[in-house]
């Protein structure tokens, strides 16, 4: 049963979750205790292994000015997104944060605030806006692709479990209940029509680590057609936005032409830092 919210260019959240215990048992559960706990060290090696990264990352791809609009994670402000916003600026891209705060899930200001964000950024530029975005950001920029495909050039997700189905699959879903009575909208998982075998309408690629400490690495992957994939980077999960890898496939994918899209491919010199 669907529970209809009406919106408005808003951000349409709202299909009443099931539940199907036979499909349950095989469904990803959350990483193990101790790839979650590991996070925050884990998270900090990302952050060291810049300057060792520095010499090819500075020679990544160079991009031609389009906008760029990148989402925090969870509890997470434009602040976590500093490090990735700088590097793409440098890149040659117009990068903007979401300014709407600190990311508790899909508030009123959110699903209100975000949709006008982009729009603002389209008039401005005159031109369809690249949207990154890292875990619960990466939900949004999908969801924004379908809400307003004309203003989206593509979609880049970092971590982002938008195929989950129970929030009992992530070590977040606890901390996500609590904050649920400030939503405007039901939790983005389980009966999320939208993401039930219907690829985006605008090109995608989904950033996974199988390190992952916070959502299962399966449901953080994107369906394959011709315009999407799925993309594997070691990692963290709170590291995405600053891990050497991931910052290099960002700036891969959005110095394609507007009019072209091709697969990701790892540059011959770096593919021992893929995970193949």
Not at 181 to 204: K, R, T
């Amino acid at each position: 049963m669907s529970v209809a919210v009406e919106t408005s260019g808003e951000l349409d959240w709202a299909e009443e979750p099931t539940r199907c215990s036979e499909l349950d048992a095989f469904l990803p559960g959350p990483p193990s205790l101790a790839m979650c706990l590991t996070e925050p060290p884990r998270g900090l090696a990302d952050i060291a292994s810049l300057l060792l990264a520095a010499p090819w990352l500075l020679r990544s791809p160079r991009g031609d000015g389009h906008p760029a609009l990148v989402l925090p994670g969870l509890l997470a402000s434009d602040a976590s997104t500093i490090v990735m916003r700088a590097y793409l600026r440098f890149l040659g891209y117009r990068v903007h944060g979401w300014n709407l705060g600190f990311n508790t899930g899909p508030t009123p200001a959110v699903v209100d605030g975000l949709p006008r964000v982009l729009t603002e950024l389209g008039d401005r530029y005159e031109e369809p806006v690249s949207v990154v975005g890292w875990s619960l950001g990466g939900i949004y920029a999908r969801q924004l692709a379908r809400e307003l495909p004309e203003s989206v050039r593509q979609v880049v997700t970092l971590g982002s479990p938008f195929g989950l189905s129970s929030l009992g699959q992530t070590w977040a879903g606890a901390l996500y209940s609590r904050m649920s009575g400030n939503h405007a909208v039901l939790p983005p998982v389980d009966g999320i029509d939208w993401e039930q075998g219907q690829p985006l309408p605008v090109p995608s690629t989904a950033l996974y680590s199988k390190h992952d400490g916070v959502v299962p690495w399966q449901v953080c992957r994107d369906f394959p057609t011709d315009r999407s994939e799925s993309v594997a980077v070691h990692g963290s999960h709170i590291g995405l936005t600053h891990n050497p890898t991931a910052l290099w496939a960002v700036a891969d994918r959005l110095a394609q032409a507007s009019d072209v899209w091709s697969p990701f491919v790892v540059p011959r010199h770096l593919r021992r830092l893929y995970p193949r």
